[in-house]
């Protein structure tokens, strides 16, 4: 069964950093892209950044509004991804997905149930 | 780059169909086979419904389908059921290699 569990969630205050953590398994990790995908409360998905597998060097991509704030990172042995969160704004509070990509397909099909994030001070 | 447009909200009796648009730009959802459509119900975790723009994962009920024209790509649901009543995303691969999803529409069944 394929599964991704997100965790590292919590209160920060505008400004700080925060790293979260996406366990996954179930699956081959190191074949997938993971992307991280949030939603403010009563709001709609907003996709914020994607790490590519070894073959394709991780390239990373990153939506505007968290780009040079924000990094995915992954740890192949230990079917982790990471999302560092940097620069904090109070505009960043929201629930936290993780998604894999599976290879070879241009959708993310498993969701993790995701952590919540809130900024403020 | 900006989120894709899909109506706030559509509405349709049991058993009717309804059709949600998801408008974007030559550089998203016209350049590319990889439009997604996704369901959330409140408080769940959204759920793939459509792939590659008309591809149904395993599991998905028949009642769902996809197509594209252009720069609109289009979630369709017949025989509508009380089921189906949720928030409906669409999302697509860009010209950027990155991702963008519509705002979103919420689907009531009257």
């Known amino acids: 069964e394929v599964q991704l569990v997100e965790s590292g969630g919590g209160l920060v205050q505008p400004g700080g950093s925060l790293r979260l953590s996406c366990v996954t398994s179930g699956f081959r990790f190191s074949d997938s892209p993971v992307h991280w995908v949030r939603q403010a409360s009563g709001k709609g998905l907003e996709w914020v950044g994607r790490?590519?597998?070894?073959?394709?060097?991780?390239?990373?991509g990153y939506a505007e509004s968290v780009k040079g704030r924000f990094i995915v990172s992954r740890d192949d042995s230990k079917n982790t991804a990471y999302l560092q969160m940097n620069s904090l704004k109070i505009e960043d509070t929201a629930v936290y997905f993780c998604?894999?990509?599976?290879?070879?397909?241009?959708?993310?099909?498993?969701w993790g149930q995701g952590t919540v994030v809130t900024v403020s001070s | 780059q900006s989120a894709l447009t899909q109506p706030a909200s559509v509405s349709g009796s049991p058993g009717q169909s309804i059709t949600i648009p998801c408008t974007g730009t030559s550089s998203d959802v016209g350049g590319y086979n990889y439009v997604s459509w996704y369901q959330q119900h409140p408080g769940k975790v959204p759920e793939l419904m459509i792939y590659?723009?008309?591809k149904r994962p395993s599991g998905v009920s028949n009642r769902f389908s996809g197509s594209k024209s252009g720069n609109t790509a289009s979630l369709t649901i017949s025989g509508l059921q009380a089921e189906d009543e949720a928030d409906y995303y669409c999302?697509?691969?860009?010209?950027?290699?990155?991702?963008?999803f519509g705002g979103g529409t919420k689907l009531t069944v009257l």
């Open positions: 590659d723009v008309t």
């Open positions: 998604t894999r990509q599976p290879v070879g397909s241009g959708t993310c099909d498993y």
């Open positions: 999302s697509s691969f860009t010209a950027s290699s990155t991702w963008v």
């Open positions: 790490i590519k597998r070894k073959v394709d060097s991780y390239a990373t």
